[in-house]
Structure formats: structure tokens, C-alpha cells
């Protein structure tokens, strides 16, 4: 699997790149699927979720991928990720979460190929995406990352970037 860079956004720019939607009030909103676990990946799906609920957004928010209850707290009570959590809160239908403890598992591969997502986006997942999982949206997949990678990887991306006064962001699209 090839990791390309697709765009940098720096903070200092206050603009980023608009693309003109051609949508028809007719037209069936395109299914996306979203990947994300800890608390910093809401800000994406809360932004995706909101979007979606525009009568004139192209696409929906029709699965959410997340990682499987952990263990957490004093009295080590089973806990959903974050992202599970918020999408609760946000009443998004519980059958269309997904844990899978792999992304390679064959019994989430079929159920994501049922749902037909034409795009797959992430934003600190935390799962490496096979190649079975990637050839499956016809848009690609895209993740979003707080940092440069594979420069500014791992469990504090933003804190190195910011170290070194880089100030950006990006998002890729994975390819094999």
C-alpha cells in the first residue's frame, strides 16, 4: 500500500480550496463511511455528520467504523471508543457501527461492501486498511491527519509538529 500525499493546508492560510457541488434535490445522497476511535477524530465526524444533514450535501454519513469496547476506568468497565459514543449520543443508528477488532475481517469486509460506500474517510482510526478493505469505495479512501506524515507520526503528531513550528495539516489518499 502506498500512502500518497494529497493536499497541505498551512494555519497561516485562511482559505482552503473550494470545489463546486453540482447536486440536484432528486439526486440520492452518495453513502460515505467514516473511521475514527479517539475523542480528537468527533471534531471530524461531528463536521461529516453535520454536512450530511444539509439538504444540499451530495453525501451521508451511512457507516461508522470504530475500534471494539475497551476496558477502561477504576471499576475496568467495557466502554465504546469515543467515536462510538459520540455517534450514540447523536442517535446515529447502533447496527451501523462497526467494531471490528481487524479491518481485514471477512464478516466486516461483507457488511461494508453491503453498504456501498462510494468513499471511506479517516481520522485516527488506529487499524491498518488492507488492500481488500481500500478496493472496496469507488471514490478511494482519505484520511485526515493533524500533521505531516510520515515526518510527524504516532501517539503525539501535533505536539513534534508544533515543536518545529510547522503548522499545517493534512489529508491523503491511500492507494495500494
Known sequence: M???RFCCFS???SSFPSYPLSFS???KKKPLVFLGSPQVSTAVLDALLNASASPQSSFEVSAIVTQ?????????KLMPSPIAQYALD????SDLIFTPERAAEDAFLSDLRALQPELCITA??????PSKFLNIPPLGTVNIHPSLLPQYRGA???QRA???LLYVFCYHFYQE
Do not use: H, W
Open 2 to 4: 502506498m500512502l500518497r
Open 11 to 13: 494555519a497561516s492560510t
Open 25 to 27: 434535490s432528486n439526486t
Open 68 to 76: 471494539p469496547p475497551s476496558r477502561r476506568d477504576r471499576g475496568r
Open 90 to 93: 447523536r442517535n446515529f443508528p
Open 124 to 129: 485516527a482510526y488506529g487499524n491498518i486498511l
Open 156 to 158: 503525539a503528531p501535533v
Open 162 to 164: 508544533l515543536q518545529v
